[in-house]
């Protein structure tokens, strides 16, 4: 999601939180965005759109049970086009209205009257992420390029609307402002941030240059983008049968077809991306190959020539730093984090800098582990890069051996799901009920859908969507996504949840047993949905996320599925339906520690190095040198890179939402390893109720209408412990 928007309905609750397999999520970061890339393009508002829009079920109030829900039932896609263009036209008017209202600006006339602006574009856009994500295929793809930056424009020509700002301010800095409730004061100053942050104070020659930046960047950030897909494509390594020695049969399997889609019948083509690369490095037996491999993959972006980043990157830099300056920041990274969790760069540097130092001297451990394997094998060589990956797989399964096979048998899908709602009944005081098929639309047969209830009460919350397999048109990995949040002030609007995922349907009557990736993956995405779920807030805008703090709750759910009861009830067999032995969860939780100096430090000198590059005076900066002198400076290993060099650093040069923000996910893996502590220490474990109170109260139902480090503070009674966290990923306290 753009940071632009965050406080506009529209894009708000239609925008999705995908959360991509693998454990790692990426929130919204790929998906999202239009704005960055996108050139403006003029508004068309046909006037035959009052004629469409009268039989345009897209456009339709949801209607029916429980307050209403969409028709996914009756979904034409020839009707999103002018949905859209009704959608917007409508919100437009309905901001001018607010913008030229005669009567002096309050918070009911301006603030609450945006709040409610923008329903029908909500449920168009609601349409649009269920195609996007879910039903996607070629005519909508075309629609989506055309319409994704005419959203753009709509989107600035809201926060450029100078007349609606000075209301805004106006409220902001008035007299009401005291008298209002403290969520309603935050809802104000949320509002009036979104646009301050993006221009709306800056006026003549300076208002002019921060849209020439901006232009300019959304140019040079797409290029960005593009050469590092360039490069993925154009550095291609074709092996023949004599070469594979060591690949696992699947991988061989899909490289045979990567190489016959290329033209190149009969060969295997290791193709120039982390899913093609992470696999061959870790797998294959031939060094020289690995090498090659491994430099084209860090190459990318970097190889001089068109497609060359370098340039690039110095001057997004420079642009960046002179729109901050504009806005009366003294560098990015000091407009970025200051509405985040971290506040100001330099705490999100004190705590990487503290967690570097412990991780680099695992990773000294783990190179001395990996050069006794490979002496012993008597290999003659000294670990160079592109043997991280291979000798740390020996080491693995020599001391960690998990049999994926053997796992899998205790994870059945259907009962992985009965212990996420015990879980959640445990936790939430929530109850799953399912839905008769039929009971409400469903945009495909694969969907179902439970009602959710309190357990004490009886009351309805809302409903959870679940879309677990895979299809065509399906975007891979795991995501949740909300189709309506929680509010109050307009009346009551209940939850409409959902998690979706990719897994293989089985035979009928067969139960579906997944990895414990996946499993882990699946309580990740939950938490999300038990995140909307659990919302108390009066305000749609209060739904909102915050960077480095959105992660966190899904990733804290993750904990649950080790516990005793999952592991007593539900990780049981499938066919004898006995408990899953003590002796694989002693395993599984033996395993999380594995490897944590090399994946922990690969992250971490990218994260580093983006907060360092949003720091700095940028002029006459060349990348290239920059980045080698702040590794040496850090002291980087000579065995690992990078996780992402600069020339193919996307999070932070292909848009802007990760820039001096990549050091988010480490901080809401503190936060989640303190909460952990938590429930480990308390009296009821982690299912201690006056603990599971505090959570819900505390860190799920107020979404974004508290400040995240006042929130945690009420949970915890202290801040989070960086501590937590070393122990957490096994490695030795820091001394202070
Ligand atoms: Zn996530």
């Known amino acids: ?196 942050r993006n221009g709306a104070t800056l006026e003549g020659a300076a208002k002019e240059r921060y849209a020439a930046i901006n232009q300019r960047l959304a140019e040079l950030q797409t290029r960005f983008a593009n050469n590092v897909l360039a490069d993925e494509e154009g550095y291609v390594v074709y092996l023949d049968e004599t070469q594979l020695a060591g690949l696992p049969e699947s991988f061989v399997q ?17 193709t120039n991306t982390r899913s093609s690369m992470d696999p061959f490095l870790t797998f294959s037996d031939e060094r020289a190959l690995r090498e090659q491999v491994w430099r084209n993959y860090y190459a990318r972006g970097d190889n001089g020539g068109e497609h060359d980043n370098n340039a690039l990157i110095a001057e997004i830099l420079v642009l960046r730093d002179e729109r901050s300056e504009l806005l009366g920041y003294d560098s990015f990274a000091r407009w970025q984090t200051e509405n985040r969790m971290a506040k100001t760069p330099e705490r999100a540097l004190e705590l990487m800098e503290t967690v570097w130092q412990a991780s680099v001297a695992r990773v000294h451990e783990e190179v001395a582990d990996m050069q006794a394997i490979a002496d ?30 053997e796992l899998k048998q205790y994870l059945q899908l259907d009962m992985l799901r009965e212990a996420m709602f015990f879980v959640a009944g445990e936790l939430f005081d929530f109850g799953f009920t399912p839905l008769p098929a039929g009971a409400v639309p469903v945009f495909h047969p694969d969907v179902k859908v439970w009602e959710v209830t309190r357990n004490s009460s ?59 990736d996946d499993a882990t993956t699946l309580f990740h995405e939950f938490g999300h949905a038990l995140h909307y779920l659990s919302s108390n807030v009066a305000y749609p805008t209060l739904n909102s996320g915050v960077r480095d703090y959105t992660e966190f709750q899904s990733q804290l759910l993750e904990r649950w599925l080790l516990t005793d009861p999952v592991i007593d009830n539900y990780l049981v067999h499938y066919r004898s339906g006995e408990p899953i032995p003590d002796e694989l969860v002693a395993r599984i939780k033996t395993a999380k520690t594995f490897n944590q100096g090399f994946s922990t430090t690969e992250y971490l000198a990218s994260a580093l190095m983006d907060m360092r ?124």
């Not at 970061?29 to 079920?57: C, F, L, T, W």
């Not at 969409?70 to 919100?91: T, Y």
């Not at 909300?482 to 035979?507: P, Q």
């Open 613 to 736: 590059y949003h720091t700095i005076d940028p002029a006459g900066l060349d990348p290239d040198v920059f980045e080698r002198e702040t590794l040496a400076e850090l002291g980087m290993p000579d065995e690992l890179p990078m996780r992402h060099r600069s020339p193919q650093f996307g999070h932070i040069f292909s848009g802007e939402s990760y820039a001096a923000g990549y050091y988010g996910y480490l901080w809401a893996d503190v936060l989640t390893a303190d909460a952990a502590e938590a429930f480990a220490a308390a009296p009821g474990g982690y299912y201690d109720q006056e603990l599971a109170h505090k959570l819900v109260a505390h860190l799920f139902a107020v979404r974004n209408a508290v400040d995240p480090a006042e929130a945690y503070r009420a949970f915890r009674g202290r801040d989070a412990d960086l501590e937590a966290l070393m122990r957490d990923r096994g490695f030795p306290i820091p001394e202070r």
């Open 1 to 196: 999601m753009s940071p632009k928007i965050t406080s506009l309905r529209s894009s708000l609750l239609a925008a999705l939180i995908l959360c991509l397999a693998l454990g790692a999520c990426d929130t919204g970061e790929k998906a999202a965005d239009p704005a960055g890339s996108a050139e403006p393009e003029a508004m068309h508002q046909g006037i035959e759109q009052g004629q469409a829009a009268a039989d345009n079920g897209l456009l339709a109030e949801w209607t029916g049970l429980y307050g209403g829900v969409p028709a996914f039932d009756r979904m034409e896609l020839g009707g999103l086009k002018p949905a859209l263009e009704a959608g917007m036209a409508e919100q437009l008017a309905e901001i001018d209205a607010i913008a030229a209202d005669p009567a002096p600006p309050t918070f009911a006339n301006t603030i609450e009257a945006l709040e409610r602006a923008g329903r029908t574009l909500d449920r168009v856009m609601t349409y649009w992420g269920i195609w996007s994500s879910n039903l996607s295929n070629p005519e909508f793809r075309d629609i989506q390029q055309e319409m994704a930056p005419r959203l753009a424009d709509f989107r600035t020509k809201i926060t450029q609307n100078a007349a609606l700002f000075e209301r805004i301010r106006a409220v902001y800095e008035g007299d009401e402002m005291a008298t209002l409730r403290p969520d309603q004061q935050r809802l104000v100053w949320l509002i009036y941030d979104s646009f301050a």
């Open 254 to 270: 899909a490289s045979a077809a990567a190489a016959a889609e290329r033209g190149h019948d009969g060969q295997y083509a290791i």
């Open 458 to 516: 009886g009351d309805h919350v809302g409903l959870w969507y679940l879309d677990p397999f895979a299809r065509q048109g399906k975007r891979s990995g795991a995501w949740a996504s909300g189709y309506r949040g929680h509010e109050t002030f307009d009346g009551e609007r209940t939850v409409l949840a959902s998690n979706n995922s990719n897994f293989i349907a089985g035979a009928a009557g067969e139960p579906v047993l997944i990895s414990w």
């Open 376 to 405: 012993a094998d008597e290999a003659g060589l000294t670990i160079a890069p592109w043997d991280y990956r291979y000798y740390a797989e020996k080491v693995r399964r020599a001391r960690y051996a998990l049999d994926s096979d």
